[in-house]
């Protein structure tokens, strides 16, 4: 299949897998790529620069394909060293770069003179307008249904896609809720030229978590995810467990007083402990409704043939048959 994300970042299939916490490590990244699709390393779980650099030596490694790399914008006082990061990228020959979170601009210069892409993800129409006017080569168009931070506004693809098309001259793909080949040929119709996928590709072989997780997502249905941090405006769509019952109860309780300290045992610092050790109520976790849409736990490259395969069914079968 060939769309103008396919032709951007010169991969065989318009299927991105999004930057994730303690999730996008080469292992993944590679599997994806090699499958034919973009595999994205997530840069800040690297601690350091240096760590990221070797991350990406790493992948290259594993593949000869093209791959990224997730830079997430957090709103934090002591932000991380962010030049540094974008140093690895450049050293380590990466020409794609996934932004996420706040406004990009600053580093974009940088970035571009060194000929990367720039996919930025975001969560309404205004923002993706922003992220074509400051120069962003494609947007990653992230709905209500999203696992991760849906932001504040509660569109849901079926809207937020084709508005997007309204109004976005450069491509984008659609996020969240994507799982088959039914959600690739649903987004392509609703003017996506891909998908990206979080959720699915945690619940894949080589997704280097620990199988607790990959189990929870394939138990969990499309009902069992809640949103936190509604009332700090840094909403996070997680998977139901005790430690966010009891977010969501310091929630209630606190009302207007809420502050991040309240709740900051649940939510900060628990990835390693859930992702890499699989003790699965340690604490608050991203994850997307679309997780009722998974029931396997393939490899990489069986879903992406399996998602490429049923989505030219879909069209010359279903579709063109009902013509
Ligand atoms: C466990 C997990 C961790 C994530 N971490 C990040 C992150 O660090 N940076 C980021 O930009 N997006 C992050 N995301 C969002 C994904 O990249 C992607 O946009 C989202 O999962 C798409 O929705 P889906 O889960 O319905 O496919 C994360 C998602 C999950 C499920």
Known sequence: MKTRITELFGIEHPIIQGGMHYVGFAELAAAVSNAGGLGII????????????KEIARCHEMTKKPFGVNLTFLPTVNAPDYPGYIDAILDGGIKIVETAGRNPAEHLPRLQAGGVRIIHKCT???????????????????????????GEDDVPNMILLPRAAEELKIPFVASGGMADARSLVAALAMGADGMNMGTRFIATKEAPVHQNVKEAIVAASELDTRLVMRPLRNTERVLKNAAVDRVLETERKQGENLKFEHILNEVAGVYPK???????????WSCGMVAGLIHDIPTCQELITRIMTEAEALIRGRLAGML
């Open 42 to 53: 997530t840069g800040l779980t690297q601690k350091t620069p240096g760590d990221l650099a």
């Open 274 to 284: 859930i992702m890499l050790e699989g003790d699965m109520e340690a604490g608050a």
């Open 124 to 150: 309404s129409v205004r923002h993706s307008l922003k992220a074509e006017k400051i120069g962003c080569d494609a947007v990653s168009v992230d709905g209500f249904e999203c696992g991760g931070h849906p």
